[in-house]
């Protein structure tokens, strides 16, 4: 789904890095958005109307980019704050290298039904990689 004009008036596109940053105000970084009298942190708005997506308890999105001011729908993802995800992905990102730690938490994105290629660009690695988890096999590159 397509994010309204508003709310996209508020971003200004950073065409090195694809991200788009929120322009209006922010809290703790993140980019504050007011709708129907209902204040949401802006990147959350974003995902959620973008891929139409309802947020479970316990869920947040989280960015790949870790530009937190980003509201671009493909640098963000639905992580837990248990899993704390976003600082596993910070370490591994960077690498191209699984982990233990991470196999478990690409299968809890599977059945999340995260595509392979989208889980594969969040963590740097081939497609293979993560379809050898899916398939059951441990594949840990270290
Ligand atoms: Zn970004």
């Not at 065409?15 to 942190?41: F, H, I, L, P």
């Not at 980019?65 to 960077?94: E, I």
């Not at 699984?98 to 595509?115: C, E, F």
Request: proline share 2%; glycine share 8%.
């Amino acid at each position: 789904m397509q994010l309204p004009e508003r709310f996209m008036n508020k971003v200004s596109i950073d065409s090195d890095t694809g991200c788009w940053n929120w322009t209006a105000s922010t809290t703790e970084g993140y980019g504050s958005y007011w709708n129907n009298g209902k204040v949401n942190r802006s990147h959350r708005y974003a995902y959620t109307t973008a891929y139409d997506y309802e947020l479970q308890p316990g869920e947040v999105v989280c960015h790949k980019c870790d530009n937190r001011q980003c509201v671009n729908p493909k640098h963000l993802f639905v992580g837990t704050q248990q899993d704390n995800m976003s600082d596993m992905v910070k370490k591994n990102r960077h690498t191209g290298k699984l982990h233990t730690s991470d196999v478990s938490i690409i299968r809890k994105m599977i059945q999340q039904g995260y595509s392979g290629n989208h889980i594969a660009a969040i963590y740097g690695v081939s497609k293979h990689a993560i379809s050898a988890i899916k398939n059951g096999r441990t594949f840990i590159a270290v």
